[in-house]
């Protein structure tokens, strides 16, 4: 979380480091990831960012949950202008892969061993992006069921379906720099997963 010190200033600085070293990411990769490397970009020297986080590791604590702040408020927006199911779910996938387009080094966060080595707390803050996500596929396609009326489909197995698309173009884009958000993709992908839950 990002840390409540004197003003807006160190807000405001703190936010510029997290989006630099998104920017960061998204370029170099996680070896590309140093303090030095994002005190360089920004213009300070490194001792300063010390200031704002004590460490490498404490970055990239408040960079997964910086990250998925965003990443929730762009996902919310799309669900609660969007007016029912499935275009809901059709509206989320939507939001939250044109999101990681436009802030690719967030693909890292959600992808790359390299960035936790193995450390439990950094691996642990990885699993609770993916959770957030995954918790927010298990409400949508809730309320999409019982919108259909088909109570008897099991939400999990439905979400679990989602994530796996999720993630399957998360990976693709990944490895082949190619863009996430495909729209004439995901339309087919939810009608056919809205023809089985209305079948």
Do not use: C
Request: hydrophobic content about 40%.
């Amino acid at each position: 979380m990002i840390t409540n010190r004197k003003g807006d200033n160190m807000k405001q600085r703190q936010i510029q480091i997290l989006d630099t070293a998104l920017s960061i990411l998204a370029e170099s990769g996680s070896s590309g990831l140093t303090l030095r490397n994002i005190a360089e970009r920004i213009g300070v020297s490194e001792p300063a960012i010390y200031k704002y986080f004590k460490s490498k590791d404490e970055l990239l604590l408040n960079l997964y949950e910086y990250s998925w702040q965003k990443m929730s408020k762009a996902i919310k927006l799309a669900i609660e202008t969007t007016e029912g199911y499935p275009k809901k779910i059709e509206s989320f996938l939507q939001a939250f892969f044109e999101y990681l387009d436009k802030h690719r080094g967030v693909n890292l966060l959600l992808l790359s061993e390299a960035l936790y080595r193995n450390e439990p707390h950094l691996k642990s803050a990885m699993g609770r992006l993916w959770s957030n996500v995954e918790n927010t596929v298990k409400s949508v396609v809730a309320k999409a069921i019982e919108e259909s009326e088909r109570t008897s489909i099991d939400t999990n197995v439905l979400s679990l379906m989602i994530m796996g698309f999720i993630q399957a173009n998360v990976t693709k884009s990944h490895l082949f720099g190619t863009p996430i958000a495909d729209e004439e993709k995901i339309k087919n992908f939810v009608e056919i997963l809205w023809r089985g839950i209305s079948a």
